[in-house]
């Protein structure tokens, strides 16, 4: 059983990595003023595969392997792409507040994913939690409105996209590490954002300050996924993954002080209606697998 010093320190590591892993996102942002989708989807894709290499390499690990090709890991290799494309997409073009907010209906969408794809048993007590978090959701959006922002759809693609990654990596063999699905992840960035480059303008040269966020973005990336790990690894999960949920904190933050978006009512009550959401099927899971 972990101290309480070691679920301390997780959870100090959690809110450190999921701050790092909005100032990416921030960073990110920053870059799409100067640089294309694809450039930035190509910077994530080279950058994670030298991180992930290097940790294979230490392990002794080849880079490559014929596991690339099993159906689970190719449906997370989609789904990694699918959200990094949509991602990038969506914090170019839509209020940096917005993506942060509907990026947490993860778990919701996990949830009823693994009632429909894995025949995993959800209560009603689950599922209406997850319909009340997608209320939430449509009171940010507020879509039929003239305050419905169209490219805040391109979040809600990137949340599916992590579903499908997140699901392929439930139904990959036990013996792929993580960071062998990773690699095959980011090798894919890799292949999308070269894709996508071939049918955009030819790019000119970046300016310096591009090349500081570009650099920002996959940096803090890299020790977010590092911190995360480490907080998996120090604390018990019942006491870490709460504070996954400090990223709304920080990306409301860095919204605001950093982008000047506006905090308004409707984006206050849909954001406490899907932390709350989010937490009751967290705690709920939490006492179901106790009883088991």
């Known amino acids: 059983m972990k101290t309480l010093s070691d679920n301390v320190k997780g959870m100090l590591l959690m809110s450190l990595s999921m701050a790092g892993f909005t100032l990416a996102d921030a960073n990110l942002k920053m870059a ?48 990694e792409t699918v ?22 209906t993860l778990p919701l969408l996990l949830t009823l994913f693994s009632l429909v794809f894995l025949g995993e048993k959800v209560g009603i007590q689950r599922l209406s939690a997850v319909l009340l978090g997608f209320c939430g959701m449509l009171i940010i959006m ?3 409105t003239d305050g419905f922002d169209i490219f805040s759809l391109f979040a809600v693609l990137a949340v599916m996209g992590m579903a499908m990654r997140d699901i392929g990596s439930r139904l990959a063999a036990k013996h792929h590490s993580s960071v062998r699905l990773a690699v095959f992840g980011t090798m894919a960035q890799t292949l999308a954002g070269l894709v996508f480059m071939l049918f955009e303008p030819a790019p ?18 890299s020790f977010a996924i590092i911190f995360v790990t480490k907080a998996m690894r120090t604390g018990e999960v019942s006491a870490v993954s709460p504070f996954r949920y ?20 409707f984006t206050i009550l849909g954001s406490v209606i899907i932390l709350l959401a989010g937490l009751y099927i967290w705690q709920r899971e939490q006492r179901l ?4």
């Open 246 to 265: 400090t990223r709304l904190l920080f990306g409301i933050l860095a919204g605001v002080l950093i982008f000047g978006d506006s905090l308004d009512r």
């Open 83 to 104: 959200a990094t494309v949509f991602m990038v997409m969506a914090l170019t073009y839509s209020s940096f507040i917005a993506v942060t907010v509907i990026v947490q």
């Open 289 to 292: 697998g106790t009883k088991k």
């Open 142 to 144: 507020r879509p039929g």
């Open 204 to 221: 000119s040269w970046p300016p310096m300050i591009a090349w500081v966020y570009l650099l920002g973005m996959v940096s803090l990336a």
């Open 32 to 79: 799409s003023e100067y640089v294309s989708t694809g450039v930035i989807t190509l910077a994530l894709g080279l950058g994670g595969t030298i991180l992930f290499w290097i940790m294979l390499a230490r392990k002794g690990e080849p880079l490559f392997s014929s596991a690339i090709f099993e159906p689970p890991v190719m449906l997370r290799s989609v789904g």
